[in-house]
């Protein structure tokens, strides 16, 4: 059972589109995190949200805590194919005291 | 620096040999943590270091599993009598640990590129 569900799984649009990638849980967590990890590399942090119904936004990714710190999406304006790669995202739990990933969204950006 | 390195990057092997897996965590980080990969899929986790202590080992699958780290550095993940379905990218990551027996809620971890692991 995941603890973290991403929505969608996999996601093929075409360059110059608006997307958004879904993290829910029934669970609090104190901080979530997304990564992006290409093939044959390990993932690489992209934002730490702490606060609940926090929003950050980075170039043309908009990240949002919700409000009630279960939930997070990833909004990404105008793709371009370097945006291609897997998505996840990571909540820590203060009451398992561990990282908890999601299962990934696959995104694909066609030219 | 350097970033978290892992070796090898690949190892195939056949059912029922053991294997063992390394890594080199970023110098003066002192969490480390293993985590389990199926083609494309999210990370599981199996056991995470706090210096050279494991607090928490609930993630590693079976006895088959085991892991050490020595020095406060190196980490070696070893599985005993491999079967098909341990085949998986191995990842480990490391992080500047924060106060408490955590390693931190907001720490960055840092991963390597995984070792590939194929039990024909």
């Known amino acids: 059972t995941q603890l973290l569900e991403q929505s969608p799984q996999f996601l093929s649009i075409q360059e110059g589109e608006n997307l958004t990638v879904y993290c829910n849980s029934s669970s609090v967590f104190s901080s979530l995190q997304w990564y992006r990890q290409e093939p044959g590399e390990g993932p690489v942090l992209l934002v730490t949200v702490v606060t609940g119904g926090e929003v950050k936004k980075l170039k043309r990714l908009t990240f949002q805590f919700g409000d009630a710190r279960k939930d997070s999406s990833l909004h990404i304006t105008a793709a371009q194919p370097g945006d291609t790669g897997l998505y996840l995202c990571?909540?820590?739990?203060?009451?398992?005291?561990?990282?908890?990933f999601g299962s990934g969204t696959k995104l694909n950006v066609k030219p | 620096g350097a970033g978290v390195s892992q070796s090898p990057s690949n190892k195939v092997t056949e059912k029922g040999k053991d294997v063992e897996l390394r890594c080199d965590p970023i110098s003066g980080h002192t969490a480390l943590y293993w985590y389990r990969q199926s083609l494309g899929q999210g990370l599981e986790f199996l056991i995470y270091f706090q210096g050279n202590s494991a607090p928490d080992k609930s993630g590693l699958p079976s006895d088959r599993f085991s892991a050490e780290r020595t020095g406060g550095s190196v980490s070696t993940l070893t599985i005993q009598r491999t079967q098909q379905e341990d085949s998986a990218v191995y990842l480990c990551?490391?992080?500047?640990?924060?106060?408490?027996?955590?390693?931190?809620?907001?720490?960055?971890?840092?991963f390597g590129p995984g070792t590939r692991l194929t039990v024909l």
């Open positions: 990571a909540g820590y739990s203060y009451n398992f005291n561990k990282f908890y």
């Open positions: 990551a490391s992080s500047l640990a924060a106060t408490g027996t955590s390693g931190g809620s907001t720490d960055t971890q840092y």
